[in-house]
C-alpha cells in the first residue's frame, strides 16, 4: 500500500500541494518519497529513502517548479527502501515519470523483454517497467494518452498509477485495476490521489474512479474512459461530507475496522507473490534438518496455523515457539542444522530479534516473513518474504494476520510440491482455493456483520470466554482470544478443544459464553462432541461454522456462518474474520476504543 498523487493547477506552483498532499497520505506507506514536475520541457524529480519529513528537511520537496506533478510515498514490496527505489520512476530518457501502488504480477517477464530491447533499469522496482513501456510506445508515435494506456494493457496485477510527460505537459494521466483512485476537481486545479485525505482541504468535490479506467487531466478537466474500449465513462463528482480524520479511515470509525474491511484487498495483494520467494523459502524449508517457527502474539498464532499446514501439506514437522520462550526451550540444541522461521508484522519485535539473534549467533539459518522491507528482521535474515498487506495503523493486528497465513499456505504449498507430498492436480486446486479466500471474506463482511454486531450486544457484560477448536483451528481460536481480550478488555481461554474436559471445563457454569471455532473438516465430528459436553454444562455456545451445517446450528445458541467449499488447511483465514469483527464490536458495545487498548503499542521494541 503506497500513496499516490498528482496535481495539475491553472496557475501558481504545484510542488508545495504535493508535499503537503504526501504528509497526509503518509499513513499508507512511509520508507521513502517523492516528487516529479514538468516545466519548460523538463523533468524536474527529487526523491529519496525516509518519510516525508526526513525527505523534505533534506531535498526541500516546496521548491520544484511548474505547475503540474505527481508525488509518491511508498510502502516497500519490490525492492528495498532505497533512494533508487523511491518513486517516481522514469523513462530511459527522463522524459516520462510514473508513480504507482499495487504489485505488477509479471514485471520480470516485462523488464526481460524491454532490457533485451536495449532499456536501461535503474531501480528494484516493478513499477519501472511502465515509464519504458510507455517510452517505447512514443516513440513508435502513440500520444501520451494512448501510449499509457498500451502500457497499461500489457500490466498484470493491480495498479493506480500516475504518469506526466515532457512533450505533453500540460496533462496527468491516471489509470485503476485493483487500487484505489480518487480524481479530486476544484474550482482551478485538478487532483488525483490513492486517498481523499490527499486533496481534502482542496476540494469537496471527488470522482472514485473504478477498476479498468483511466482518467486524462487536464485544463479541461477530467476525461475518463474505459481502458478496454475507450468508451467515454460520464460520471458527475460527489460532494465529499467527511472532515480530514474521518477521510483518513475512509469513513469508518475506527482503523481496526477499515483494515478487517480491507482484508479482500490485502489477501489479494498477497497472491501476487512472486514464485521466485515463494520457491527460495520452500527450498531452505526443505532442506532444513529441524525447524523452528518463531513469533509473537498474532504471529504466533500465523505460525500455529502454518505449523499445521506444513505438516497436512508438506509432511514437514516443524515447532512453533513463542520467541520469548525460544532460548529457554530450545536454545541450547540450535546449530548449524537448524533453521528459524521467524514471523513479524513490523520486523522489529524485541522478543522475535533476540531469539533470532541467539539462532544466529549458533549459525542457524535464519528465514524471514514479514511486513515491512528494510526492517531489522529482514536485514538478519538469510532470505525473507513480505507479506505485503501495507502498513497496519490499528494496534490490534487483523489484515496482517490473514495476509501472513495465506503467505505460510502459499509456501506450504511450494514444499509440498518439492517434497513430492503433494501432487500438482492438489496444489493446483489448493491455489484455486486460496483465489477464492479474498471474495469468501467479503461475503462474511457483507453477509455476517450485522449479526455479529447483535451478538455483541447479547454477550457484552458476559465476565469470561472460552474459545475451542481443534487441529488447525486451535490456531483460529487463539487469535479469536487474543482479539477479545486485548481490545474489549474480557478475559478468554483458549484451549485445544479435546484438552478442555483435562481441568478447563470445571470453570463452566450456567450461561458461560464459549466460542468454538468448527469447519466442515475433519475435527468437526470430534468437536461437536466438545460442544455437547459443554452445553450439558449450562454453557452458551456461540459456534463458527460452514454455511448450512444444520446439525450444529441445532446445538449452539448462536452461529455465525462461512460460505463453504474452504480446504481444512486454509479456514484460519475466513473463520478468524468473525471472531475479528466480534471482538471489534464487543470493544464498540463495551466502550472501548479498539485503535488504542491501553497498555499496548503496535511494535514492542522491548524484552
Ligand atoms: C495483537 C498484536 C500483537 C503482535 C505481536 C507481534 O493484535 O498485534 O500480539 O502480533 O506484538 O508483533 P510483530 O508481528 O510485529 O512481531
Known amino acids: 500500500m503506497c500513496g499516490i498523487f498528482g496535481c495539475l493547477l491553472k496557475g501558481g506552483s504545484a510542488a508545495p500541494l504535493i508535499h503537503v498532499a504526501l504528509k497526509r497520505l503518509e499513513y499508507r506507506g512511509y520508507d521513502s518519497v517523492g516528487a516529479a514536475t514538468v516545466y519548460e520541457g523538463r523533468l524536474y524529480v527529487k526523491k529519496d529513502q525516509g518519510n516525508v519529513d526526513a525527505v523534505h528537511a533534506k531535498l526541500h520537496l516546496d521548491n520544484l517548479p511548474g505547475r503540474l506533478g505527481i508525488g509518491h510515498t511508498r510502502w516497500a514490496t519490490h525492492g528495498a527502501p532505497l533512494q533508487k527505489n523511491a518513486h517516481p520512476q522514469l523513462d530511459c530518457d527522463n522524459r516520462i515519470a510514473v508513480v504507482h501502488n499495487g504489485v505488477l504480477e509479471n514485471f520480470s517477464g516485462l523488464r526481460q523483454e524491454l532490457e533485451e530491447r536495449g532499456h536501461v533499469f535503474r531501480s528494484k522496482t516493478d513499477t519501472e517497467v511502465i515509464p519504458h513501456l510507455i517510452e517505447e510506445s512514443m516513440k513508435a508515435g502513440l500520444g501520451f494518452a494512448d501510449a499509457v494506456r498500451e502500457a497499461v494493457k500489457r500490466l498484470e496485477g493491480s495498479y493506480a498509477i500516475a504518469a506526466i510527460c515532457t512533450q505533453e505537459p500540460d496533462k496527468i494521466v491516471c489509470a485503476?485495476?485493483?487500487?484505489?483512485?480518487?480524481?479530486?476537481?476544484?474550482?482551478?486545479?485538478?487532483?488525483?490521489?490513492?486517498?481523499?485525505?490527499?486533496?481534502?482541504?482542496?476540494?469537496?468535490?471527488?470522482?472514485a474512479m473504478r477498476d479498468g479506467e483511466f482518467a486524462i487531466l487536464s485544463d479541461a478537466g477530467a476525461e475518463i474512459k474505459k481502458i478496454a474500449d475507450w468508451s467515454p465513462v460520464e460520471r458527475e463528482p460527489e460532494t465529499i461530507t467527511w472532515d480530514l480524520e474521518m477521510a483518513e479511515k475512509l469513513g469508518y470509525p475506527y482503523f481496526m475496522i477499515k483494515e478487517i474491511h480491507e482484508q479482500p484487498e490485502s489477501l489479494r495483494n498477497t497472491l501476487r507473490l512472486q514464485d521466485t520467494y515463494l520457491d527460495l523459502m520452500a527450498t531452505f524449508l526443505d532442506r532444513a534438518r529441524e525447524v523452528f517457527l518463531v513469533a509473537c502474539g498474532t504471529s504466533y498464532h500465523a505460525c500455529l496455523a502454518a505449523s499445521h499446514m506444513f505438516s497436512k501439506l508438506a509432511f514437514r514437522s516443524t515447532q512453533p515457539i513463542i520467541a520469548s520462550e525460544f532460548v529457554q526451550r530450545a536454545g541450547d540444541s540450535i546449530s548449524v542444522d537448524?533453521?528459524?522461521?521467524?514471523?513479524?508484522?513490523?520486523?522489529?519485535?524485541?522478543?522475535?530479534?533476540?531469539?533470532?539473534?541467539?539462532?544466529?549467533?549458533?549459525?542457524?539459518?535464519?528465514?524471514?516473513?514479514?511486513?515491512?522491507?528494510?526492517?531489522?528482521?529482514?536485514?538478519?535474515?538469510?532470505?525473507?518474504?513480505?507479506?505485503?498487506?501495507?502498513?497496519?495503523?490499528?494496534?490490534?493486528?487483523?489484515?496482517?494476520?490473514?495476509?501472513?497465513v495465506s503467505v505460510l499456505a502459499q509456501i506450504a504449498i511450494k514444499l509440498g510440491e518439492k517434497r513430492g507430498k503433494l501432487f500438482h492436480e492438489e496444489a493446483k486446486t489448493l491455489r484455486k482455493k486460496l483465489q477464492q479466500i479474498p471474495e469468501i471474506v467479503e461475503r462474511?463482511?457483507?453477509?455476517?456483520?450485522?449479526?455479529?454486531?447483535?451478538?455483541a450486544k447479547k454477550y457484552r457484560d458476559k465476565r469470561c470466554f472460552f474459545f475451542?477448536?481443534?487441529?488447525?483451528?486451535?490456531?483460529?481460536?487463539?487469535?479469536?482470544?487474543?482479539?477479545?481480550?486485548?481490545?474489549?478488555?474480557?478475559?478468554?481461554?483458549?484451549?485445544?478443544?479435546?484438552?478442555?474436559?483435562?481441568?478447563?471445563?470445571?470453570?463452566?457454569?450456567?450461561?458461560?459464553?464459549?466460542?468454538?471455532?468448527?469447519?466442515?473438516?475433519?475435527?468437526?465430528?470430534?468437536?461437536?462432541?466438545?460442544?455437547?459436553?459443554?452445553?450439558?454444562?449450562?454453557?452458551?455456545?456461540?459456534?463458527?461454522?460452514?454455511?448450512?451445517?444444520?446439525?450444529?446450528?441445532?446445538?449452539?445458541?448462536?452461529?455465525?456462518?462461512?460460505?463453504?467449499?474452504?480446504?481444512?488447511?486454509?479456514?484460519?483465514?475466513?473463520?478468524?474474520?468473525?471472531?475479528?469483527?466480534?471482538?471489534?464490536?464487543?470493544?464498540?458495545?463495551?466502550?472501548?476504543?479498539?485503535?488504542?487498548?491501553?497498555?499496548?503499542?503496535?511494535?514492542?521494541?522491548?524484552?
Open 468 to 607: 475451542l477448536g481443534r487441529g488447525i483451528s486451535t490456531a483460529t481460536a487463539s487469535e479469536g482470544m487474543l482479539k477479545l481480550m486485548e481490545i474489549a478488555y474480557v478475559p478468554a481461554i483458549t484451549y485445544p478443544a479435546g484438552e478442555s474436559k483435562h481441568g478447563p471445563i470445571s470453570l463452566i457454569e450456567e450461561g458461560f459464553p464459549v466460542v468454538f471455532v468448527c469447519p466442515n473438516d475433519s475435527t468437526r465430528k470430534a468437536t461437536i462432541g466438545n460442544i455437547m459436553e459443554m452445553k450439558a454444562r449450562g454453557a452458551v455456545v456461540l459456534a463458527i461454522i460452514e454455511e448450512g451445517d444444520e446439525e450444529i446450528k441445532n446445538l449452539a445458541d448462536d452461529y455465525v456462518e462461512v460460505p463453504k467449499g474452504v480446504p481444512e488447511v486454509l479456514t484460519p483465514i475466513p473463520y478468524v474474520v468473525p471472531l475479528q469483527l466480534f471482538a471489534y464490536h464487543m470493544a464498540i458495545e463495551r466502550g472501548c476504543n479498539p485503535d488504542m487498548p491501553r497498555n499496548l503499542a503496535k511494535s514492542v521494541t522491548v524484552l
Open 176 to 207: 485503476r485495476k485493483e487500487s484505489p483512485l480518487v480524481v479530486g476537481i476544484g474550482d482551478s486545479s485538478i487532483y488525483c490521489a490513492s486517498d481523499i485525505p490527499a486533496f481534502l482541504p482542496l476540494t469537496k468535490r471527488a470522482i
Open 338 to 404: 537448524s533453521t528459524v522461521l521467524a514471523v513479524s508484522q513490523s520486523g522489529e519485535t524485541a522478543d522475535t530479534l533476540s531469539a533470532v539473534m541467539h539462532a544466529s549467533n549458533r549459525a542457524a539459518t535464519i528465514l524471514g516473513l514479514t511486513n515491512v522491507i528494510g526492517s531489522t528482521l529482514t536485514r538478519v535474515s538469510r532470505t525473507y518474504t513480505c507479506q505485503q498487506s501495507g502498513p497496519e495503523i490499528g494496534v490490534a493486528a487483523t489484515k496482517t494476520f490473514t495476509a501472513q
Open 444 to 455: 462474511i463482511i457483507a453477509t455476517q456483520e450485522e449479526k455479529i454486531k447483535g451478538l
